[in-house]
Structures are given as structure tokens and as C-alpha cells.
């Protein structure tokens, strides 16, 4: 799966999460996917397939688009799931090209192609945006990058590391937001960003930035 599948337009990425839906379906048994993973994939996929029509309706609002948001975000994670574990891996050693093809991904690359770790420091800002609400913002992610792996905390004493915060999101925007619960109104974000590479592995963390939620 090209990184371009994530950073498409909506309608390019409904067309491609409904075909890898039906390969979900049709090869569930052949490569060990659990029922209820692809009963989930299923799931969801209806779920975004609703959101994005009523975003595009002509009287949709910021709450059509906010919630499509949410529902693309929801499959993504899942779709990552089923191919980090069942396809890219072939713990079954039963993923041919056409199988990749019935995904909707292209088949793989015979020559063995090494990935380095990343080594740049993810550079981003801290805005504010509606209420209960942050927006990240950072570079576009490289080539064969999964996208920035945002570590945060809400309140509680000062971090001096990335490793003192205890929460993890992949952003893989340049522009996220970041919404929040009513409890936590008035309490501080700490926050960093590293880059994760198509094989899961991080770069170097960024420097903490904090921002009060507002």
C-alpha cells in the first residue's frame, strides 16, 4: 500500500478501502484473518461510506466533515491492522500478486529493498482552533513513511522526555486536530512528534511543545 493511498483525496480513498473491504472478505480464510476483524472492517467501512456522503451533501456543515474525518481515521486504523498483521508479514506464506491485487495493492517487489531509520527531527506547530480543540501542523511525510507519531499528555507535572508522555496518535496530515474532553479545559497539552517509516520504526523525537487547551 503506497503511502499515497492515506494522503488521497476522500473519494479516492473510499474507493480504495471498499475494494480492500471485499478482499478482506474474499481471502479472510486463506490468510488467517479473524471473523471478527473483517466483520470490523465491515463495519466501518459503512460507517465512512455514510459520513462521506452526508459531507458531501450540499447543506453539509463542519460537523458532516468532522465526523467523516473521525470515520476515515477509524478505518484507516483498521485496514493498517489487518495489513500490518496478515498481509505485509504472509505469516501463511499465502499472499500472491493476484491476492495483493484483489486488495487493491500493488503486488511486491521481488528485489529486497531496505528501509533506514528515520533520522530528521519531525519540525511543528501548536494552534488553536474551535473549542476543545488544538491543530498540529508539520511537513508533509517522506516518501515510505507511515506519518508523524504524535506522544502527548494532558496536564500533570512537566516532561522531560517524550518518554514521560503517555499517550500515542499516528498523524498522517500535516494539518491534525486534536479534540478534547470538557474536563480537561484549562489543563496544558505537552506534546512531540517522530517520524515513522513504512516498518514501524521511529526517528529521533522532536522537542516538547506545550499549548493549554482551550
Not at 107 to 132: C, H, I, M, N, S
Amino acid at each position: 500500500m503506497s503511502n499515497d493511498v492515506f494522503s488521497s483525496s476522500e473519494a479516492e480513498f473510499l474507493s480504495f478501502a471498499t475494494i480492500f473491504s471485499a478482499g478482506t472478505l474474499t481471502h479472510a480464510t486463506v490468510l488467517g484473518i479473524p471473523a471478527v476483524l473483517v466483520t470490523d472492517n465491515t463495519e466501518k467501512l459503512a460507517a465512512y461510506t455514510a459520513a462521506y456522503h452526508a459531507a458531501e451533501a450540499p447543506n453539509a456543515g463542519k460537523i458532516d466533515r468532522e465526523d467523516r474525518r473521525e470515520k476515515r481515521d477509524a478505518l484507516t486504523k483498521n485496514i493498517r491492522k489487518i495489513k500490518n498483521a496478515y498481509i505485509d508479514p504472509d505469516p501463511l506464506d499465502a499472499v500472491s500478486p493476484e491476492i495483493l491485487l484483489d486488495f487493491g495493492l500493488h503486488p511486491k517487489d521481488p528485489v529486497r529493498t531496505d528501509v533506514p531509520d528515520p533520522t530528521e527531527v519531525v519540525p511543528f506547530t501548536l494552534e488553536g482552533g474551535a473549542y476543545l480543540q488544538i491543530i498540529v501542523k508539520h511537513p508533509s511525510r517522506p516518501l515510505r513513511y507511515n506519518g508523524a507519531v504524535a506522544f502527548y499528555k494532558v496536564g500533570g507535572s512537566v516532561p522531560e522526555t517524550h518518554k514521560d508522555l503517555t499517550s500515542s496518535k499516528l498523524l498522517t496530515r500535516p494539518r491534525e486536530i486534536l479534540s478534547f474532553e470538557e474536563t480537561q479545559l484549562g489543563q496544558t497539552l505537552y506534546i512531540a512528534l517522530c517520524w515513522e517509516n513504512e516498518k514501524g520504526r521511529l526517528g529521533p523525537p522532536s522537542p516538547i511543545q506545550s499549548r493549554v487547551i482551550a
